[in-house]
């Protein structure tokens, strides 16, 4: 069965300073990852996703992500962080041999002080 | 380019009443989900729609949860009759599936049963 894991409740990073959040996850066959934001109120809005290609994808507002299949994990990046990042990151897999599924993360709150 | 519309936006009821959420997808998305989204948790996919078809409703509750999309346009999701755990965000998403693996997300409806 296919799951992701972000074992972060929260991170805190201060703005102007890079910023990471992480995730692995688990599928019997090729994954397909995704990050997702949410803002208080808000519905989710993608950011970016990995399917195959280049392990590392650029996504909307600066974020990137970079795939790591020997770790199993899709870690979300942004080199400098800006306090209009806060919010909740979703990382999500769909296993791309199967069923169209997609599973998320508990969720990891970004809190970014000025 | 209207994005995906759920209402009611806020819902308060007692246990053991009904109560029904609506979904209006992306104009031309075939795919359509309902997550629901418990306080500090990721969303849990309860059903999947391909077009008309309902093509995994594993997670659903079906003793006390129904969905439909007739026409394979908009969507409804009930609960009859309502428990005091059922209290949660209900997200709707969709997904044109001919343009990739990004979900549009809508605002959801955010039930309360007490």
């Known amino acids: 069965a296919q799951s992701v894991a972000q074992p972060e409740d929260q991170v805190n990073v201060a703005e102007g300073n890079p910023l990471t959040v992480k995730c692995t996850y688990s599928?019997?066959?090729?994954?397909?990852l995704f990050w997702y934001v949410q803002y208080p109120n808000r519905g989710l809005q993608f950011l970016l996703k990995?399917?195959?290609?280049?392990?590392l994808v650029k996504g909307s507002y600066g974020f990137e992500a970079e795939f790591n299949k020997s770790q199993t994990s899709f870690h979300l990046k942004k080199p400098s962080a800006l306090v209009s990042d806060s919010a909740l990151y979703f990382c999500?897999?769909?296993?791309?041999?199967?069923?169209?599924?997609?599973?998320f993360g508990t969720g990891t709150l970004l809190a970014v002080q000025p | 380019e209207a994005g995906v519309v759920q209402s009611p936006r806020y819902k308060i009821i007692e246990k053991k009443q009904p109560v029904a959420f609506w979904c209006n997808p992306i104009?031309?998305?075939?795919?359509l989900y309902w997550y629901r989204q418990n306080l500090g948790q990721g969303p849990e996919l309860l059903i999947r729609?391909?077009?008309?078809?309902?093509?995994?409703d594993s997670q659903l509750p079906k003793d006390r949860f129904s969905a439909e999309r007739l026409k394979g346009v908009d969507s409804t999701l009930k609960i009859q009759p309502a428990e005091l755990g059922d209290s949660a965000v209900y997200l709707c998403?969709?997904?044109?599936?001919?343009?990739?693996?990004?979900?549009?997300f809508g605002s959801g409806t955010q039930l309360s049963v007490l």
């Open positions: 104009s031309g998305h075939n795919t």
């Open positions: 998403a969709s997904r044109d599936g001919t343009l990739g693996e990004k979900l549009f």
């Open positions: 729609y391909e077009n008309e078809e309902a093509v995994d």
């Open positions: 990995y399917i195959t290609g280049d392990n």
């Open positions: 599928v019997s066959g090729n994954p397909y």
């Open positions: 999500a897999v769909r296993d791309g041999g199967a069923t169209n599924k997609l599973i």
